[in-house]
């Protein structure tokens, strides 16, 4: 980790409506003595923000320096990259603005964090940069928010507790009650227009991870059935092909504690069969409507980015991921919940991930890595001190398909 660097953290995307809550989150909460810088490319927009948190910083944190950065500039990109130790990048779509920072962190060796939940992003920034950011000794870490971590780590958490040297098979079901901000339903319609590329992608990715992989037997599969009843999860289940379970696999991948022979399967719990139809049609319209110029536009009209939900909104909102886990003859229910899982938990957690890169005691590894492979423990522990909770239920759990 680059220490003679000018900043601790630089975050950009603040002026948006995830970066707000993560500039706040961050100079409420880091240790006296962080060094913090706001990064964007409206200099009158992050100069607003900056006056916000002067109400907010905790003791001995001072008030953020400020940097012009835009997505569409590398030099400005470059110039972040190498006075920061860690960057948070807040700036969505991902395929549409990443790219650039994920090029500029590789190059300098920065650590770096952000929240997209697209797959085809994350497959191409691993076939560009994953490379270079083993030389250089990046660590390139997508989906550190409510997309992947609760799901990343409560599986790290539930195999730590199962017997080692066996085959195991975990199943996420997921309970989340909120609504979602214009950068995310932007981000998601760009990615149901892209699937046919999305899975191109992931097969050039497939290849060249087979190419290289270090032969030590192990076997990491992914688990899809159609809708089935579950007991734990309360009724009713849908497997989600979400980034989650492409992220949970890729942890089993670099991690050998998940044993010779791992399946993940990951799923909404649904509650009633009604509820899977109706969640089927919905995400199937938007599907369809995403796939053509005009109709995509519409959808696209019906958030605006910088949206988000008010703050009552989201102290109703909720979140519970159950894991049922079955390996050695033993099974297991562990579970992590919390509150708003898509702007209020996810800028925790996103926040103390990069704490947790910046001053924690976390296990050696370079290139693009998953939250369990490089934080594990150490943000897992951040995390129920900041209120989010990792539970291990002591009766016994039903088998997991
Ligand atoms: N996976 C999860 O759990 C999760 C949860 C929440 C959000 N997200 C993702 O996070 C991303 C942001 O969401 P959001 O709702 O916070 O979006 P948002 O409110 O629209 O914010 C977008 C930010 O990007 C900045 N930006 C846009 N174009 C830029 C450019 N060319 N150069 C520099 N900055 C630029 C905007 O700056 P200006 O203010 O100057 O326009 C703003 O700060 C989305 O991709 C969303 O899907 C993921």
Redo the contacts with the bound molecule.
């Keep these: 980790m680059p220490a003679e660097r000018a900043y601790d953290i630089v975050l ?8 707000g809550l993560t500039a706040d989150y961050l100079a409420a909460h880091a240790p006296a003595g962080t060094r913090i810088a706001l990064a ?3 200099p009158a ?1 992050l100069a607003a923000v900056a006056e916000r948190l002067g109400g907010l910083c905790a003791p001995g944190v001072e008030v953020p320096a400020l940097l012009p ?4 500039d590398p030099v400005s990109l470059a110039r972040l990259a190498a006075d920061a130790r860690v960057v948070i990048s ?5 395929l549409r ?1 990443g790219e650039p920072l994920v090029a500029a962190c590789a190059a300098a060796g920065t650590g770096y964090l952000d ?3 697209e797959p085809e992003f994350v497959d191409t920034m691993y076939l560009r940069y994953h490379a270079q950011a083993l030389a250089t000794g990046a660590r390139l870490i997508h ?1 550190a ?3 992947s971590i609760p799901h990343d780590l409560g599986v790290l958490f539930t195999v730590a507790q199962m017997p080692t040297g066996v085959p195991l098979a975990v199943n996420g079901y997921v309970q989340a009650r909120g609504t979602f ?4 339903y932007h ?1 998601a319609i760009g990615a149901l227009a892209r699937v046919r590329e999305a899975g191109r992608i992931a097969r050039q990715r497939q290849a060249l991870e087979r190419a290289g992989a270090p032969v030590d037997g192990r076997r990491v599969r992914g688990a899809a059935r159609p809708p089935h009843r579950v007991e734990v999860a309360g009724g009713w289940v849908l497997a989600l092909p979400l980034i989650d379970a492409q992220i949970v696999l890729a942890s089993a991948r670099a991690l050998p504690e998940y044993g010779p022979d791992f399946r993940y399967g990951h799923y909404l719990a649904a509650g009633s069969l009604a509820n899977v139809a109706l969640i089927l049609s919905a995400v199937g319209g938007l599907a369809v409507a995403a796939q053509a110029g005009p109709t995509r536009r519409l959808a696209l009209k019906l958030r605006l ?2 949206d ?1 939900p008010d703050e009552a909104t989201r102290a109703r909102s909720r979140f519970r991921v159950t894991f049922a886990a079955e390996g050695g003859g033993e099974t297991l229910t562990t579970w992590v919940a919390g509150g708003d899982p ?2 209020g938990e ?1 800028s925790k957690m996103l926040a103390e991930a990069a704490l947790c890169l910046a001053f924690d005691d976390v296990p050696a590894c370079a290139g693009q890595v998953t939250t369990a492979q490089a934080l594990g423990r150490p943000l897992i522990d951040r995390l129920i001190s900041a209120g989010i909770e990792f539970g291990t239920d002591s009766r016994p759990a039903a088998t997991p398909a």
């Design positions: 950009f995307g603040a002026t948006g409506f995830t970066g964007g490319r409206n927009k950065a835009d997505a569409g807040t700036v969505g779509p991902y603005y929240l997209t939940g989906a928010g409510f997309d901000s214009g950068g995310t981000s980015p910088g988000g898509g702007y996810t």
